[in-house]
């Protein structure tokens, strides 16, 4: 059983940069390939995905309207997820959540795909 606990959120002016964690539990990076995706949720809205890797390697998915914006990394030996956002914007505000899922899987792929969800940090832009 995978299990994510976010950290990092918090309130930030426009521009400002923020850098969000995910703690994975339950799997090692070197035994186990996965799909990890950063989800955001905003009040109203439906949730979608920001940000994709594949634990084995190959490139990262970034959604248009965050690209350029974010940087996804992970750190094997810490079985961390990060997602580093810059330039950040009023309308970014929403809850963000960490996601797994096992192979086959796709980075990009929508969050009925993602077996495995982190309770979420709320992320607040203001202008």
């Known amino acids: 059983q995978v299990q994510l606990v976010e950290s990092g959120g918090g309130s930030v002016q426009a521009g400002g940069s923020l850098r969000l964690s995910c703690a994975a539990s339950?799997?090692?990076?070197?035994?186990?390939?996965?799909?990890m995706a950063w989800f955001r949720q905003a009040p109203g809205k439906e949730r979608e995905g920001v940000a994709g890797i594949y634990t084995g390697g190959g490139s990262a998915y970034y959604a248009d309207s965050m690209k350029g914006r974010l940087t996804i990394s992970q750190d094997s030996a810490k079985n961390t997820l990060y997602l580093q956002m810059n330039s950040l914007k009023p309308e970014d505000t929403a809850m963000y959540y960490c996601?797994?899922?096992?192979?086959?899987?796709?980075?990009?792929?929508?969050?009925?795909?993602?077996?495995?969800w982190g309770q979420g940090t709320q992320v607040t832009v203001f202008s």
């Open positions: 339950g799997y090692t990076y070197t035994n186990s390939r996965l799909c």
């Open positions: 996601a797994a899922d096992r192979t086959p899987c796709s980075p990009s792929g929508p969050p009925g795909e993602y077996d495995y």
